[in-house]
């Protein structure tokens, strides 16, 4: 019989279950559940597994927060818990829980060419660095290196770096969320609230008054060209991330390719072919012939997150990736 585990995915709006069939990597039976109708993350594990009516010994969650011992808090959700004490909740012998982007990094060995899309640069090279980066209800980022038959993933909180004007309207953009915010983040504009702050910023920067949109409502209407302030938000936004992800590149010269996940830009993706996404990734000034050949690829694969748990999970327990 096949022995299975136990993945997920775990964001500050959905959690994501699944099984993990531990012999191939395979992700089955997965269900999206709302973070905001469970008291817990054991309250949800526990409601799939007596759904599907299976038993596990073991599991591996990516979850979208720190992960710096066994204390867990959510950075844009309520829910926080002690990983062992949940383990033995739940009756598992080994239970895993890592940065949500650590699972994205990790399944980025397992994605194949139907699940990726390329904007600009050359080939990968083998054996170089890594790095994958997204917007979702936050701005995750890891970094992933292969040593040794072993793929080791560098989570960090890059998303709460400084943002850093590189133009007049990125300066005027970063003034006026100064004024609101204080310390304002790279996630504070690339994330889906922060595409709200974008399009409050620019309306506000003119004295006008935002209408009291959601970033659904801004994609839309600059994808159908509805609302100038939108569509102005929306190609900065597509700019600023190729500044980003660009930065990540020089961070550790990340030759082996830079990926995009997260659930923002899938939802516009004919528009971000057409941006300044790939201008804003190259403009490094001095260093522009350095990256211009690192390709940028945007995962389209249905849930990254899943795969890399079980792929995570797997390698722990001694499978060679």
Request: hydrophobic share 40%.
């Amino acid at each position: 019989m096949t022995k299975y585990a136990l993945v997920g995915d775990v964001g500050g709006t959905n959690a994501r279950l699944a099984l993990c069939d531990l012999s191939t990597g395979d992700i089955s039976q997965a269900k999206t559940y709302s973070g905001l109708d469970y008291p817990s993350l054991e309250a949800v594990i526990q409601h799939y597994l007596k759904e599907h009516n299976i038993s596990v010994q073991s599991g591996c969650v990516a979850i979208a927060c720190p992960i710096n011992g066994d204390w867990v808090e959510m950075t844009n959700h309520t829910w926080a818990f002690s990983t062992a004490e949940m383990k033995k909740n739940l009756g598992f012998e080994h239970l895993e829980i890592i940065n949500d982007f650590t699972g994205v990094s990790m399944a980025i060995p397992a994605l194949k060419k139907e699940h990726l899309i390329q904007f600009g640069g050359g080939e990968p090279v083998a054996g170089k660095p890594v790095v994958v980066y997204g917007a979702g209800t936050g701005l995750g980022v890891s970094h992933l290196v292969h040593v040794d038959k072993r793929w080791i993933s560098l989570p960090g909180e890059g998303g709460h770096s400084d943002f850093a004007a590189n133009s007049e309207e990125e300066g005027i953009i970063l003034e006026q969320l100064r004024k609101e915010l204080g310390h304002v983040s790279n996630e504070r504009i690339l994330s889906g609230p922060g595409l709200l702050n974008l399009y409050r910023a620019i309306v506000k920067a003119d004295g006008r008054e935002p209408e009291n949109y959601q970033p659904k409502d801004i994609t839309e209407k600059a994808v159908d060209d509805t609302c100038t302030d939108c569509r102005r938000a929306l190609s900065l936004f597509c700019v600023i991330l190729g500044r980003f992800g660009g930065n990540l590149a020089l961070n550790m010269s990340t030759f082996g390719g830079v990926y995009i996940a997260g659930g923002i830009v899938p939802r516009f993706l004919e528009f971000f072919k057409a941006s300044g996404f790939r201008g804003g990734f190259e403009d490094k000034g001095r260093f522009k012939e350095f990256v211009k050949d690192i390709p940028v690829y945007l995962i389209v694969h249905d849930n990254p997150g899943l795969l890399g748990a079980g792929a995570h999970l797997r390698q722990t327990l001694g499978h060679v990736l």
